[in-house]
């Protein structure tokens, strides 16, 4: 079986070492053939690395992909349900280490639709007590801080020693 292994962080401060180590050990204890591809900081809309990934795992370049964590793959239920789906049916298995989850079988399938389901849940209810304490906050005369503009001074900068 070839697999493709995928890292991720989100800021120069992290690590990808431990996702490394653990993802390597795991494909060699089952004997599995692999690459590897790690992605170092990345926003919600760029992450070339994954996008590049994911192309090749559309043409079956690999028969599964093991990551770190779900997290790591999507940042969004609706991203991963979406993106998992169209992997699995096209016959690439999915599976996240530290979730323990394998979506090649029913029962790893079940799991993830039960764990997509707590996460929209949760996000949900985080909105809805987010709304209400800012109707509260308005009913009871409390305004919020004027927010500064940002600088983009800092991205330019940024950018241009990279």
């Not at 389901?117 to 949900?124: D, P």
Request: hydrophobic share 30%.
């Amino acid at each position: 079986m070839k697999v493709a292994l995928y890292s991720r962080v989100s800021t120069s401060e992290q690590s990808l070492e431990m996702q490394k180590r653990a993802l390597i050990e795991k494909a060699e204890q089952n004997g599995w053939e692999y690459d590897y591809f790690e992605e170092k900081v990345t926003t919600r809309k760029t992450r070339p690395v994954k996008n590049e990934l994911y192309q090749k795992l559309l043409k079956k370049e690999y028969d599964s992909i093991l990551v770190w964590k779900l997290d790591r793959w999507g940042r969004s239920v609706q991203e991963l349900t979406r993106e998992i789906r169209t992997l699995f049916e096209r016959g690439i298995s999915f599976i996240s280490l530290r979730d323990n989850i394998d979506l090649s079988t029913a029962s790893g399938r079940f799991q993830f639709n039960v764990f997509c389901a707590l996460a929209e849940f949760e996000r949900e209810m985080i909105s809805e007590r987010t709304k209400e304490g800012l109707m509260h906050a308005k009913n009871v005369g409390k305004r919020g801080k004027d927010k500064k503009r940002r600088k983009k001074s800092g991205y330019y900068i940024r950018w241009s020693s990279e």
